[in-house]
């Protein structure tokens, strides 16, 4: 950092979690960042993660007000509650939601506001993911529905929502790709007798199990031959390294909605 620069604060909602951990060991080794409050159930796990108070999302107000970025990687509930109790906090404020599982409900709280401060959502802060949707859509584009498109995920056993945020980011990125709406053609796992494949559905499967980081795998099924895409995230830190990318970009812009594909220029 520049003499004299100063640093860029952040308030971090879900600081206790796994996600919100290891974002807390970052923030304080990279040059730049000041982590100034955690908000998350208290008392949890105490403040053993570097923040010096830990805050609910009703009381954490003074510590917004002191704060450049809010990055949440919580539970819908918690961003809620935050968004709507401290949206005077956090007016002006740039706001990274990694959290998944938002819901059209989530989703209104963040459009409401975004007309207030800076808000990135992403169902995954990886780059390496944000190419794989590129891919995706320019692969959707070509075949179109002479092949089959599933998308398999798997996740470590805690994970509360199925399919993961970022399968449904894929299943859009094919829908696009495709010139479709994904409610329109999609199908979540099969059981029973669900008969012939319909031609268009978009798949989706949930592996759950142990330690899993993330694994996400776009299959294009054709009658001659198979195109298959994927990424393995092999380090919770990736996601952590992504969105404090974010939170430096974000921090300054005007009020609205940004994605990671404004962050790492992709068009
Ligand atoms: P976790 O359960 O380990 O941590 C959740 C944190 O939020 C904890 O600090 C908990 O105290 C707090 N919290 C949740 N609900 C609360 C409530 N109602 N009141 C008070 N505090 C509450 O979860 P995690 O594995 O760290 O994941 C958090 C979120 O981030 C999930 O939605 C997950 O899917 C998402 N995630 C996103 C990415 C990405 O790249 N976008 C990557 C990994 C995880």
């Not at 989530?106 to 995954?124: D, F, K, M, T």
């Not at 199908?187 to 993330?214: K, N, Q, T, W």
């Amino acid at each position: 950092m520049p003499p004299g620069a100063e640093p860029l604060r952040i308030v971090l909602s879900g600081a206790t979690g796994r996600m919100g951990t290891v974002l807390a060991e970052l923030i304080h080794q990279e040059d730049g960042l000041e982590l100034v409050a955690g908000i998350g159930r208290v008392p949890e796990r105490g403040c053993d993660v570097g923040c010096p108070v830990v805050e609910t999302p009703e009381t954490a107000g003074s510590w917004i007000r002191q704060a450049d970025v809010v990055v949440d990687f919580s539970s819908p509930e918690l961003l809620a509650r935050l968004v709507e109790g401290q949206g005077a906090e956090l007016a002006g404020k740039a706001l990274v939601v990694g959290t998944t599982g938002l819901g059209g409900e989530g989703e209104r709280v963040l459009a409401h506001a975004a007309q207030r401060s800076p808000v990135l959502l992403a169902a995954n802060f990886s780059v390496g993911v944000n190419l794989l949707l590129a891919l995706a859509e320019r692969a959707a584009a070509v075949l179109g529905d002479d092949v089959d498109a599933e998308v398999v995920e798997a996740h470590h056993r805690r994970k509360a929502d199925a399919p993961s945020g970022t399968a449904l980011a894929l299943g859009e990125a094919l829908a696009r790709g495709r010139g479709v709406s994904l409610a329109d053609v999609r199908v979540d796992g099969r059981s029973g007798h669900p008969g012939a494949r319909p031609r268009g559905e978009i798949g989706f499967h949930a592996v759950r199990g142990g330690d899993i980081v993330g694994e996400h795998r776009v299959m294009l099924v054709g009658d001659r031959e198979r195109i298959e895409l994927g990424h393995v995230a092999q380090d919770r830190a990736l996601f952590a390294e992504g969105a404090l990318r974010a939170a430096r970009w974000l921090a300054g812009k005007p009020a609205g909605r940004y994605t990671m594909r404004d962050v790492l220029g992709l068009g």
